[in-house]
């Protein structure tokens, strides 16, 4: 393997397919995981709209994969500036890369050359390659045509939101998980005033037990609207 490696592994330990709420996703799962285990698609092209849980996926790929020592790596390309292309040297040997959010390299001549010239190397070496966009690859604009041909190929998988039940057990599971209690009541209330993005509703319940912990006081409907500033 080359000595060369990417130096934006941003690898969250608590993202993995154990943390993950399925809802009506589990077919995603499986697939991924056959993936990763080297029994599936060679590439996967994960789609859906922003905080369904992408990148919390393919992290999870990354860890499964190190838990059967397969090399893998995950970079998430929507950052303010893309990196120098560089970062792709030597990945074309790893077993698994995940590359979030490819959309980002659209438009971009060097990187979209950059990146085919990857995927064809990774490819022939028949390693894994799962990619992630909140777009079907078609709408994906890039400059190389031959670069969105590459992108159709494999499998494409789109990416189900949870129904609020679901939303509001994820909410309590996680909630368990970290080490305290809420009401499906709270978990209603929390969708119904604060959004429906998980990613986001699991830092405001990190919040919320910092607040519930310094006050002793469980978490009750009037406590979160004292908390959280919402008198309604």
């Not at 995603?28 to 590439?43: M, P, R, Y």
């Not at 078609?138 to 789109?158: E, F, Q, S, V, Y």
């Not at 994820?170 to 969708?191: C, D, N, T, Y």
Request: aromatic letters at 10%; proline letters at 3%.
């Amino acid at each position: 393997m080359s000595e060369q490696l990417p130096l934006q592994f941003e690898f969250r330990a608590n993202k993995t397919f154990n943390d993950f709420f399925a809802g009506g996703n589990q077919e995603i799962i499986s697939h991924l995981q056959n993936s990763v285990a080297g029994h599936g698609e060679l590439q996967i092209f994960l789609w859906g709209q922003e905080g369904l849980g992408k990148t919390h996926l393919l992290q999870a790929c990354c860890h499964q994969a190190q838990s059967v020592k397969r090399s893998s790596f995950y970079l998430d390309l929507a950052v303010a500036d893309l990196p120098d292309v560089d970062i792709l040297t030597g990945l074309d040997n790893f077993d698994l890369v995940c590359l979030d959010n490819i959309e980002a390299i659209a438009g971009d001549l060097t990187w979209e050359m950059a990146f085919f010239h990857f995927f064809n190397q990774h490819r022939d070496s028949e390693h894994t390659l799962i990619i992630s966009a909140a777009c079907l690859p078609n709408d994906i604009a890039t400059r190389l045509p031959d670069l969105k041909t590459r992108l159709n190929w494999g499998l494409t998988l789109k990416i189900q939101p949870l129904a609020d039940n679901d939303r509001i057990s994820a909410l309590i599971i996680k909630a368990h998980r970290m080490g305290f209690e809420i009401s499906p009541q709270v978990g209603l209330f929390l969708l119904t005033h604060y959004g429906r993005d998980l990613s986001a509703l699991w830092q405001l319940l990190e919040k919320l037990d910092k607040a519930s912990l310094a006050a002793k006081r469980k978490l009750t409907i009037p406590f979160l609207k004292e908390i959280l500033g919402d008198a309604s």
